[in-house]
């Protein structure tokens, strides 16, 4: 309502000078039609009546012109027309230029967009998540979530990046606005109070920035998951203690990563997979053991060093600034005879591996070209700060590649998306590598595929129809996984399917349950699959026909059987 009544005031405030040229303008014709006489076809003295002075007066003023009413006029009346005819479209272009001005006036632009961003986020009734800010990271997220018709809320205060987000044409839609993602009049605008809002994200590089929205977040609803991002432990450990339940430190996440690939091999497959990766590793991946050089000594330099003092792995440092090397150089280009023998005495020469890990993409590109001139063998890692050039990465062949923005979107969309995943992750890095080994042996049996898909599904009526319903018809009724897990084409075969985790509906954590597990309401799987394995499950747990299959073997008669019949009653 207060927004309607900003919009009004809006364009009565920018319009009525305007309108009041037009009424004195026009009241001035009008009175001036009346009070001149004019003649009849008779030669009498005739006034024009009020409408009649009206009517032509409207007419006249907007250049149609039909004539002389209801006589011809007298030469007195001709001009008072001409007269009319100058004020009056005058009046009008002045009050079409206004209108014109009122239009592009960005206040009431504004004012209009937060009305229909207002009734979008009222009507919307599906469960949603709001992001803070549009950059490479959330434009990244959004693509992601959109695959799996997520709806999403964006805010930033920049007008040019929510014109940006619009042109991308997400589907489903997502909702943006301009305002101040600081205010917690715009996160109530972007409905942070609604039941159906499951999450906040707010990924700016400011830590402080963050830890405001974050606290603000959690003031206006508690019960929301709020996601945010931190660069130092210190800053993590302080989110932590205002009860943020999701931090995302991207330095931490490579470290722990680093990590595994140097001493736990499986465990870091087990941990790529969730991501895309095949269950093998190529050659290339195999991290070698020895001296590293670490060129780069800010938070993602320390980040692998700690990893390497953790391996028990010796390492050099190079405390490259990229600020400070492009001013005193006044070029960002690195290799000259000074830097080359920085990395001779940093012991590249005999160094195993090299990692370049400064902010500048460029810097880092440079530092691995240089190091393989002076060792072609050194194993290379680099930092690549920015989505957009992967690419350039690429064809220089780095052997192994983090991307800050791509591994936080990764880690955030598996938040939101498959949260049980993110557990399952978190478990990881407190396991040993025979555990690794053993899950890893387990998903390759039951999969029989180096490319699982990860999936995540509740029993509930939503999610698994035919199930849920048999389940609830009766709770005398006990089914247990090994009796769901039956392929659709031969009930008597297992499905390629591995049932990494299961999440019961007091919260309770059983991972790689065995087929005798009892499955209930509300319980929540994550399974790694074939992809033809993971629509026939979705489809068995959710069609009378194919459940009563894997079941019990049978063709149903009549397409529903019995007990189920009930049910959907």
């Known amino acids: 309502m207060e927004n309607r009544n900003n919009i009004l005031w809006i364009i009565i405030r920018k319009m009525r000078i305007p309108l009041l040229v037009i009424i004195i303008t026009f009241a001035i014709s009008i009175l001036g039609m009346v009070l001149i006489p004019g003649q009849d076809n008779n030669g009498n003295v005739y006034y024009m009546n009020f409408l009649d002075a009206v009517y032509f007066v409207t007419y006249m003023a907007s250049t149609i012109g039909f004539g002389e009413i209801p006589y011809e006029f007298t030469y007195a009346q001709r001009m008072w027309v001409l007269f009319s005819i100058f004020i009056t479209v005058i009046g009008w272009f002045y009050a079409i230029g206004a209108l014109v001005t009122l239009?592009?006036?960005?206040?009431?632009?504004?004012?209009?967009?937060?009305?229909?961003?207002?009734?979008?986020?009222?009507?919307?009734?599906?469960?949603?998540?709001?992001?803070l800010g549009y950059n490479h990271i959330t434009k990244d997220l959004i693509n992601k979530l959109?695959?799996?018709?997520?709806?999403?809320?964006?805010?930033?205060k920049e007008e040019a990046k929510i014109e940006e987000l619009e042109l991308e044409n997400f589907i489903p839609e997502v909702y943006a606005l301009t305002a101040d993602v600081n205010s917690p009049d715009t996160l109530r605008l972007a409905g942070i109070k609604k039941r159906n809002c499951k999450g906040v994200v707010t990924l700016f590089d400011n830590d402080?920035?963050?830890?405001?929205?974050?606290?603000?977040?959690?003031?206006?609803?508690?019960?929301?998951?709020?996601?945010?991002?931190?660069?130092?432990?210190?800053?993590?450990?302080?989110?932590?203690n205002l009860h943020i339940k999701t931090v995302i430190d991207p330095f931490t996440i490579i470290s722990s990563r680093f990590y595994l690939a140097l001493t736990s091999?499986?465990?870091?497959?087990?941990?790529?997979?969730?991501?895309?990766?095949?269950?093998?590793?190529?050659?290339f991946e195999y991290m070698p053991k020895g001296k590293y050089v670490i060129c780069g000594y800010g938070r993602m330099g320390k980040a692998i060093a700690q990893a390497l003092t953790r391996a028990k792995l010796e390492y050099t440092y190079i405390d490259l600034k990229s600020s400070e090397y492009k001013k005193n150089k006044k070029s960002a280009i690195f290799g000259d005879s000074s830097d080359f023998r920085d990395l001779v005495k940093a012991g590249v020469k005999e160094a195993v591996a090299i990692v370049a890990a400064t902010k500048d993409d460029l810097i880092n590109l440079t530092i691995i070209l240089t190091a393989k001139k002076i060792n072609p063998n050194i194993y290379t890692i680099a930092r690549e700060n920015t989505i957009e050039d992967i690419t350039i990465f690429k064809s220089a062949k780095v052997d192994r590649l983090y991307v800050l923005e791509n591994l936080i979107s990764e880690y955030v969309h598996k938040v939101i998306h498959l949260p049980l995943a993110y557990y399952f992750i978190n478990e990881i890095h407190k396991q040993t590598e025979e555990w690794g080994e053993k899950i890893l042996a387990e998903i390759k049996e039951k999969v029989q595929f180096h490319k699982p898909e990860v999936f995540q599904i509740r029993v509930s009526k939503n999610e698994t129809y035919a199930l849920y319903n048999y389940l609830k018809e009766d709770k005398e009724r006990k089914i247990v996984l090994g009796q769901i897990l039956r392929d659709l084409r031969?009930?008597?075969?297992?499905?390629?399917?591995?049932?990494?985790?299961?999440?019961?509906?007091?919260?309770?954590?059983?991972?790689?349950?065995?087929?005798?597990?009892?499955?209930?309401?509300?319980?929540?799987f994550l399974m790694a699959a074939t992809k033809e394995a993971k629509e026939d499950f979705e489809l068995a747990v959710n069609n009378y026909n194919e459940f009563y299959y894997i079941l019990t073997g049978k063709e149903p008669k009549y397409g529903i059987f019995k007990y189920l019949s009930k049910g959907e009653e």
């Open 103 to 131: 239009i592009q006036d960005k206040n009431l632009i504004s004012q209009v967009n937060l009305a229909k961003f207002q009734r979008k986020i009222k009507e919307l009734k599906e469960p949603f998540i709001i992001i």
């Open 208 to 240: 402080f920035k963050n830890t405001k929205i974050a606290l603000l977040a959690k003031l206006l609803n508690d019960r929301i998951n709020v996601i945010v991002k931190s660069t130092t432990k210190e800053q993590s450990e302080h989110l932590k």
């Open 146 to 156: 959109s695959i799996s018709n997520k709806r999403i809320v964006v805010i930033d």
């Open 490 to 524: 031969d009930y008597k075969k297992r499905a390629r399917i591995c049932v990494l985790m299961v999440k019961n509906r007091k919260g309770e954590i059983t991972f790689m349950p065995d087929d005798n597990y009892e499955v209930k309401v509300s319980d929540t």
């Open 265 to 283: 091999p499986s465990l870091w497959l087990l941990e790529m997979m969730f991501f895309g990766h095949e269950l093998k590793l190529e050659k």
